[in-house]
């Protein structure tokens, strides 16, 4: 480690929120799995590799649009790590898991056997009846250790483990000191607590920092000469942001940059001088380079704790959580679309009110249960409530007749404030739209299983297209579980992939021969399970390209896609989506937007039987797509298509030259002669249809 910062790494993105870090200077192995690993966990997930049971306190009965109830489940939110290595390559994982209800912190436990790639998720370790959170575990004395952040109690609180993991009792309370995101660290022959108390007066928030010494971690803890040793900007590192560690002799400590919000981000510090009566530090750089997906990084939101140690064989691993999507985000949307959905209904009834379509009405006072003994009846239905609220109703009447007395919708003034009111109308659905039916899963964990957690983009191009390609991968390389971008070069010079503004690497494959069967062609040099076939001339938003890779990985041997047809009739014949809409099914995906499996679609596709099909494509120079969907039928007895509906999506071969789906009626009478050829060879596409709004979160509307 150089003097003037942090070693810098080799940044490895195995996963969409899991990174592989590494010294440069190693070269890791299969046989060297442990040199310097640093696995980074989601706030919300705990990254990939921890299954969905690490989140098993989850937020029920939230309202949807449609049926007013729905499911958000994994809302709890993980937020400090403590990793532990016991024995040999077994490590356990510790970390806040908070009730989104009771918002009330217990600290989790999760094992790993295999360096960290899979998590079991053991149960809580530690349950009290206040808030814990910021779990720092450590070993003293042939004992394990754990102090937890107990500042709602008051107090600095030390438990130790009767049968580790999940059996620990309170060993003693070290301090009668509400302290804040607590360190400990052997030092200079000096045990060094590092912690911030927010009830010191004249306190910054999230900007103060107290050192306390002792000969052991038990205590008892005396004071820093210079208490508090910071008490400045939130924003300069002051709040600890996980283990401090030893390397080259040197000591660092890692703070959070609370500035823009809570756990921005990481700032790194060398301490130069720690004495009891002297402090001092420096920042250094934290070595990691941030995404340039901004916002769509697996830690674009925040990233505020590391934890790292060096192991008894010499090598260092450690774990960093990340945040993607802000922490309660599908319950802000529900609380901003329902507000949203009050002002639409408030909306509708001014513009009735305006027409003169909507009137208060006062109920006949049978219908109140007029008759019946006055002192069994509800109270709205007392004489005195309900003579009340008939004045109520005849004043609005009032009111809203002035209003359009005053208000005239056939002059200027009162058309323009109509479209206004449409416009907010049509605004606000849409918001609200948005709010019920947003997001892109982020916030929910699901197991590896095979499944990897990024994928690959492959796009189909020329020369002539290359306008296009441009907007593409700008736009696409930016969504977060894209890998790599393939590109392949059908026709024509193709262009540098250096000259293409990307944050993922870009491959031009090019092809000898221009044909639409290139798209399936097997490429050794696709590392993901996944892979996104999507034309260059589509552009949606990466949450929805989010959206589809999370279907797939629950149906990995589907294809699922963005575009639905219906294949029936005799004789068959191709239609748009507005006709599957009508018959209320699909039995096909195109494939010029939809994800698959690399290895088995593209094995199927260039398989022997799959040769005549291919040949047609070629006399055509259509119709892969709909060659994909019956190769998959025909060899499966299940299902083998899923939808997902794009927020949206926009088609832009209508506005260029070079498309082949540019003339609508020739492009369809095309793929009718393809589906009748493929039929004669293959067989009819199965005659069961999927059903529209099948899908629990309602994706496939």
Known sequence: MKDHGLSEFIVEEIHSHCILLRRKEFRMTEAQPGLLLILYLHVHQLLIAVTRAILWQILFSIFSLMDWVIVVDHLSMLCYLSIWPVVGDVLYLFFETKNAITMQGDIGVAKSIDQGVTWQHLGIALDEEFHLSYPFVFGYDGQIYMMPESSQKGDLRLYRALNFP???????????????????????????????????????KNGELEIWYANSPLGPWKQHKGNPVHNFDKSLGARNAGRPFVYDGHLYRMGQDCGDTYGHRIRAFKLEVLTKEKYREVEVPLGIVESRKGRNAWNGNRYHHLDAQQLPSGDWIAVMDGDRVPSGDSTRRFLLGSLTLLFLGILIILVGVLLGVVRCVFPLSRCLGAGKRSDTLPFWTHPQFTSKLHKVFARLNRSSSALRGRIRLNTCGGTLLLCFLFFLGAASICFTVRCFFGGNGAEEAYPVEGQYSQFTMLTMTYEARLWNLKMYIKHYSRCASVREIVVIWNKGQPPNPNDFDSTVPVRIRVEKKNSLNNRFKADPLIKTRAVLELDDDIMMTCNDV????????????????????????????????KYARTRKGYNMILTGAAFMDSQSAFQKYFSDEAKEGRDIVDKYFNCEDILMNFLLANESSSRTVEYVHPAWAIDTSKLSSAAISRNT????????????????????????????DNRKDSWDL
């Open 546 to 577: 989010e959206r589809g890779f999370k279907a797939w990985r629950e149906h990995p041997d589907r294809l699922v896609g963005f575009y639905p047809r219906l294949i029936d009739g005799s004789p068959l014949k191709y239609r748009d989506e």
């Open 665 to 692: 009626q020739v492009h369809y009478r095309t793929r009718t002669h393809c589906l009748l050829k493929f039929s004669e060879i293959y067989g009819h596409l199965p005659l069961q249809k999927w059903e529209f």
């Open 166 to 204: 999940l059996e620990w009792r309170l060993e003693k309370v070290l301090l009668k000191k509400p302290l804040v995101d607590t360190t400990l660290i052997h030092y200079n022959e000096n045990y060094w607590l590092f912690g911030s108390d927010v009830s010191r007066f004249g306190a910054i």
